[in-house]
Antibody
Framework: EVQLVESGGGLVQPGGSLRLSCAASGFTFSSYEMNWVRQAPGKGLEWVSYISSSGSTIYYADSVKGRFTISRDNAKNSLYLQMNSLRAEDTAVYYC?????????????????WGRGTLVTVSS | SYVLTQPPSVSVAPGQTARITCGGN??????VHWYQQKPGQAPVLVVY???DRPSGIPERFSGSNSGNTATLTISRVEAGDEADYYCQVWDSSSDHPGVFGTGTKVTVL
């Protein structure tokens, strides 16, 4: 079955760290770019980070740049998000999402496969 | 950074047509994608590249994009279409290219 399964969420104090994992199965993980997307309670979706299939190209949202690090291990079919200096506003469900690329008038990307998410709560 | 604006809510009677807009500066020059999210569930892609549907998505879901507005249209609305809907673009000119719209809650009356 083609799926993504996130883990590693939990309760952490402000200023603390957490590492999220996303296990991929049912498809050739090493051929796909990947993303993290989060959703604060009762709020909309917020794109967090992107990593290319080889790991050579990485992007971050301004809200997490310098604090979060995306990485992947293609041998383990896994995506990671290292989160440091956590703040209350980082409280959210974190989803990993598979990236699909296409070209029409320009290059575009969308997210065709999502995990069920893992909840991160930053609170004292 | 690029901003996508959606109406907070849209209400529609069963069997009627719901139209959800997504506004952005010259959005017609970009490819727009749409996601449906039901409570407690992960988002699901319903339209990509303005108007294409993934396999398994009903033909009732369609999209268009021109000028400063992209639109997701749901025809013959059913109770099961009640959900939050988000538009999304990839702004390749930016260092933080992933952009989601503000989201629209569709209520079936």
């Amino acid at each position: 079955e083609v799926q993504l399964v996130e883990s590693g969420g939990g309760l952490v104090q402000p200023g603390g760290s957490l590492r999220l994992s996303c296990a991929a199965s049912g498809f050739t993980f090493s051929s796909y770019e990947m993303n993290w997307v989060r959703q604060a309670p009762g709020k909309g979706l917020e794109w967090v980070s992107y990593i290319s299939s080889s790991g050579s190209t990485i992007y971050y949202a301004d809200s997490v740049k310098g604090r979060f690090t995306i990485s992947r291990d293609n041998a383990k079919n896994s995506l990671y998000l290292q989160m440091n200096s956590l703040r209350a506003e980082d409280t959210a469900v974190y989803y990993c999402a598979r990236d699909k690329t296409g070209y029409s008038s320009g290059w575009y990307r969308y997210f065709d496969l999502w995990g069920r998410g893992t909840l991160v709560t930053v609170s004292s | 950074s690029y901003v996508l604006t959606q109406p907070p809510s849209v209400s529609v009677a069963p069997g009627q047509t719901a139209r959800i807009t997504c506004g952005g500066n010259n959005i017609g020059s970009k490819s727009v994608h749409w996601y449906q999210q039901k409570p407690g569930q992960a988002p699901v892609l319903v339209v990509y590249d303005d108007s294409d549907r993934p396999s398994g998505i009903p033909e009732r879901f369609s999209g268009s994009n021109s000028g400063n507005t992209a639109t997701l249209t749901i025809s013959r609305v059913e109770a099961g279409d009640e959900a939050d809907y988000y538009c999304q673009v990839w702004d390749s000119s930016s260092d933080h290219p992933g952009v989601f719209g503000t989201g629209t809650k569709v209520t079936v009356l």
